[in-house]
């Protein structure tokens, strides 16, 4: 009887393992990006991000629930330029990763609709600002000479790590939503957007803002 026990006990926990990993499948996931920060001061830029991605479905809350998780590089930042005069990027780069609660409703077997939203945390790992400004011609037809002002002095660029004391924060948290269409039960094109809740720079209203084109293929 012992024996008998003892082994319903492994099938249990060999088939509840099999369990898991039938409702677990991962990809690969790779895209562009357009960020920018929460004021009219600043441009956007134009990024990307790659990664991996899970999807873990949930039948035991109901049918087509599931949860997506991951790990991203991603670029945000943000870009100003005024004419030939002053030329401003920042171009921080993230370690994200995404945890979103999500519904995919099957078509057929070949065509599938999703969208998932929920919570990002991420970390700064590089990044520079880099900066370049040429003032020499900001007077028209001024002589700077005459001045006293060496037209040089007018024209500088350089960079910088954009993360450290006194800079850029590293650390981030928001909110993200995501929608998409999923091909042959592998292939997925997605948009999302994903909402910064921390300012970027103290004392400031700088929050992450990115809107994503994802191409995925889950295996």
């Known amino acids: 009887m012992k024996k008998m026990l003892a082994l319903v006990a ?16 991962w990809g690969v996931t790779a895209g562009m990006n357009s960020s ?3 004021n009219d001061f600043l441009n956007s830029r134009t990024g990307f ?11 035991q809350v109901a049918e ?7 790990g991203l590089l991603t670029s945000k930042g943000a870009k100003f330029n005024y004419g030939s005069l002053v030329n401003l990027k920042l171009n921080p780069y993230y370690l994200e990763i995404p945890v979103h609660m999500g519904y995919k409703y099957v078509i057929n077997e070949n065509f599938a609709v999703f969208g ?4 990002y945390a991420a970390i700064g790992v590089f990044g520079k600002i880099k900066a370049k400004a040429d003032l020499s011609s900001a007077g028209g037809n001024i002589d700077w000479e005459e001045w006293g002002i060496d037209p040089s002095d007018l024209k500088g660029e350089g960079s910088e790590n954009i993360f450290g004391k006194d800079k850029m924060k590293r650390f981030d948290l928001g909110l993200g939503i ?9 292939y997925q094109v997605a948009i999302s957007y994903d909402w910064g809740l ?6 400031s209203d700088w929050k992450n803002r990115n809107l994503m084109i994802s191409f995925s293929y889950m295996f």
């Not at 991000?49 to 039948?59: C, F, I, Q, T």
């Not at 087509?64 to 991951?70: D, I, P």
């Not at 998932?116 to 919570?119: D, I, L, Q, R």
């Open 10 to 25: 492994i099938l249990a926990r060999g088939l509840g393992s099999v369990n898991a990993q039938e409702s677990l499948r």
């Open 36 to 38: 920018k920060y929460s």
């Open 49 to 59: 991000h790659v990664g991996v991605k899970a999807e873990m479905a949930l039948p």
């Open 64 to 70: 087509g629930v599931y949860l997506e998780f991951g």
């Open 116 to 119: 998932n939203a929920g919570p």
């Open 178 to 186: 995501k929608t998409g269409v999923e091909f042959n039960q592998k």
């Open 198 to 203: 921390l300012e970027t720079i103290d004392d």
